[in-house]
Nanobody, 118 residues
Framework: QVQLVESGGGLVQAGGSLRLSCAASGRTFTTYVMGWFRQAPGKEREFVASISRPGFSINYSDSVKGRFMISRDNAKNTAYLQMESLKPEDTAVYYC???????????WGRGTQVTVSS
């Protein structure tokens, strides 16, 4: 069992930056692929980014590529999402997830709100 807790969300102006953190419990953090997803009001949850266990394989959605960067610190059991050049359309609840592959996630955090004002 893995528990995930997101932090770092907030209100930021367009063009600003935020860094989200996802702290994971348990000793098996390094065995999981970590992903970030988001859900805007009235929309379905969508994939944002994922990072493999050693951190060598990274994937981004087209909507955030070049602006967001996912990373992980296995020593701290923490995954990060650095978000730059934020846009109002990035406004959503951001969720951290852990899974055996980037197509299948078994554990989810409760989410952190990111609001980008224009």
């Amino acid at each position: 069992q893995v528990q995930l807790v997101e932090s770092g969300g907030g209100l930021v102006q367009a063009g600003g930056s935020l860094r989200l953190s996802c702290a994971a419990s348990g000793r098996t953090f390094t065995t999981y692929v970590m992903g970030w997803f988001r859900q805007a009001p009235g929309k379905e949850r969508e994939f944002v980014a994922s990072i493999s266990r050693p951190g060598f394989s990274i994937n981004y959605s087209d909507s955030v590529k070049g602006r967001f960067m996912i990373s992980r610190d296995n020593a701290k059991n923490t995954a990060y999402l650095q978000m730059e050049s934020l846009k109002p359309e990035d406004t959503a609840v951001y969720y951290c997830a852990a899974g055996r592959s980037r197509q299948s996630y078994d554990f989810w955090g409760r989410g952190t709100q990111v609001t980008v004002s224009s």
